[in-house]
Protein backbone atom coordinates (compact mmCIF):
# COMPACT_ATOMS: atom_id res chain seq x y z
CA UNK A 1 0.00 0.00 0.00
CA UNK A 2 0.98 3.90 -0.28
CA UNK A 3 1.58 5.93 3.10
CA UNK A 4 1.46 9.32 2.86
CA UNK A 5 2.93 11.23 6.15
CA UNK A 6 2.37 15.56 6.47
CA UNK A 7 4.15 17.66 8.31
CA UNK A 8 4.90 21.36 8.99
CA UNK A 9 1.61 22.79 10.03
CA UNK A 10 1.08 25.29 12.88
CA UNK A 11 0.08 28.11 13.80
CA UNK A 12 1.28 31.86 11.96
CA UNK A 13 -0.01 35.30 11.82
CA UNK A 14 -1.80 36.35 8.52
CA UNK A 15 1.19 37.38 6.48
CA UNK A 16 3.28 34.85 7.13
CA UNK A 17 4.66 31.44 5.96
CA UNK A 18 4.77 27.96 6.10
CA UNK A 19 5.99 25.18 4.01
CA UNK A 20 4.14 21.46 4.13
CA UNK A 21 5.94 18.48 3.68
CA UNK A 22 4.46 15.03 2.64
CA UNK A 23 6.43 11.88 2.95
CA UNK A 24 5.60 8.96 0.56
CA UNK A 25 6.15 4.99 1.61
CA UNK A 26 5.26 1.82 0.68
CA UNK A 27 4.28 1.05 -3.02
CA UNK A 28 5.33 4.90 -4.21
CA UNK A 29 5.60 3.17 -7.97
CA UNK A 30 1.78 3.56 -7.67
CA UNK A 31 2.00 6.95 -7.44
CA UNK A 32 1.71 9.00 -10.33
CA UNK A 33 0.63 12.48 -9.55
CA UNK A 34 0.77 13.75 -5.63
CA UNK A 35 -1.65 16.93 -4.67
CA UNK A 36 -2.19 19.16 -1.80
CA UNK A 37 -5.81 19.77 -0.44
CA UNK A 38 -7.54 21.31 2.52
CA UNK A 39 -10.88 20.82 4.15
CA UNK A 40 -12.60 23.54 6.33
CA UNK A 41 -15.94 22.74 8.32
CA UNK A 42 -17.79 24.47 5.94
CA UNK A 43 -15.79 23.19 2.58
CA UNK A 44 -15.37 20.04 1.07
CA UNK A 45 -11.72 19.12 0.03
CA UNK A 46 -10.29 21.99 -2.23
CA UNK A 47 -7.92 21.28 -4.64
CA UNK A 48 -4.86 23.70 -3.95
CA UNK A 49 -1.92 22.16 -5.79
CA UNK A 50 -0.23 18.57 -8.01
CA UNK A 51 2.64 17.14 -9.23
CA UNK A 52 3.51 14.68 -11.59
CA UNK A 53 6.16 12.82 -10.10
CA UNK A 54 7.46 11.48 -13.10
CA UNK A 55 8.07 14.93 -14.95
CA UNK A 56 7.36 17.23 -12.40
CA UNK A 57 5.02 19.38 -13.87
CA UNK A 58 2.84 20.87 -12.05
CA UNK A 59 -0.57 22.76 -10.96
CA UNK A 60 -1.82 25.38 -8.81
CA UNK A 61 -5.20 26.34 -7.89
CA UNK A 62 -6.72 29.84 -8.93
CA UNK A 63 -7.46 30.68 -5.58
CA UNK A 64 -4.00 30.35 -4.46
CA UNK A 65 -1.58 31.14 -7.76
CA UNK A 66 0.77 33.33 -6.91
CA UNK A 67 1.10 32.39 -2.66
CA UNK A 68 1.57 28.49 -2.50
CA UNK A 69 3.81 26.34 -4.93
CA UNK A 70 4.62 22.92 -5.35
CA UNK A 71 7.92 20.95 -5.47
CA UNK A 72 9.34 17.59 -5.12
CA UNK A 73 12.56 15.90 -4.01
CA UNK A 74 12.43 12.86 -6.04
CA UNK A 75 15.08 11.46 -3.67
CA UNK A 76 13.61 11.90 -0.57
CA UNK A 77 10.29 10.59 -1.67
CA UNK A 78 9.03 14.07 -0.35
CA UNK A 79 6.92 16.47 -1.68
CA UNK A 80 6.71 20.29 -0.25
CA UNK A 81 3.83 22.73 -0.31
CA UNK A 82 5.47 26.41 0.60
CA UNK A 83 2.48 28.62 1.20
CA UNK A 84 3.70 32.57 1.48
CA UNK A 85 1.40 35.19 2.28
CA UNK A 86 -0.79 33.38 4.80
CA UNK A 87 -4.76 34.48 4.90
CA UNK A 88 -6.79 34.17 8.03
CA UNK A 89 -8.87 32.04 5.39
CA UNK A 90 -6.13 29.44 4.73
CA UNK A 91 -6.85 27.88 8.46
CA UNK A 92 -7.86 24.32 7.39
CA UNK A 93 -6.90 21.17 7.47
CA UNK A 94 -4.39 20.41 4.96
CA UNK A 95 -4.04 16.66 3.12
CA UNK A 96 -1.61 14.95 1.30
CA UNK A 97 -2.86 12.45 -1.50
CA UNK A 98 -1.58 10.48 -3.93
CA UNK A 99 -3.03 8.91 -7.29
CA UNK A 100 -1.60 6.32 -9.91
CA UNK A 101 -3.97 7.84 -12.29
CA UNK A 102 -2.59 9.68 -15.44
CA UNK A 103 -3.61 12.61 -17.26
CA UNK A 104 -4.19 9.83 -19.92
CA UNK A 105 -6.26 7.76 -17.87
CA UNK A 106 -8.30 11.22 -17.62
CA UNK A 107 -6.92 12.40 -14.70
CA UNK A 108 -8.46 15.90 -13.30
CA UNK A 109 -5.60 16.91 -11.01
CA UNK A 110 -6.87 18.92 -8.75
CA UNK A 111 -10.27 16.81 -7.80
CA UNK A 112 -9.84 15.05 -4.37
CA UNK A 113 -12.39 12.27 -6.24
CA UNK A 114 -9.08 11.03 -8.00
CA UNK A 115 -7.26 10.22 -5.19
CA UNK A 116 -6.96 7.03 -3.66
CA UNK A 117 -4.06 7.59 -1.17
CA UNK A 118 -4.57 9.69 1.66
CA UNK A 119 -2.42 11.28 4.89
CA UNK A 120 -4.20 11.78 8.02
CA UNK A 121 -3.83 15.33 7.42
CA UNK A 122 -2.24 18.68 9.31
CA UNK A 123 -3.21 21.72 10.81
CA UNK A 124 -2.54 25.18 9.54
CA UNK A 125 -4.06 27.82 11.54
CA UNK A 126 -3.87 31.47 10.28
CA UNK A 127 -4.63 34.46 12.95
Known amino acids: DVQLVESGGGSVQAGGSLRLSCTVA????????LGWFRRTDEQEREGLAA????????YIADSVKGRFTISQDRAKNTVHLQMNSLKPEDTAMYYC?????????????????????WGQGTQVTVS
Open 26 to 33: GYTSRSNC
Open 97 to 117: AATGKTRADGLVVLAAGQYNY
Open 51 to 58: IVIRDGRT
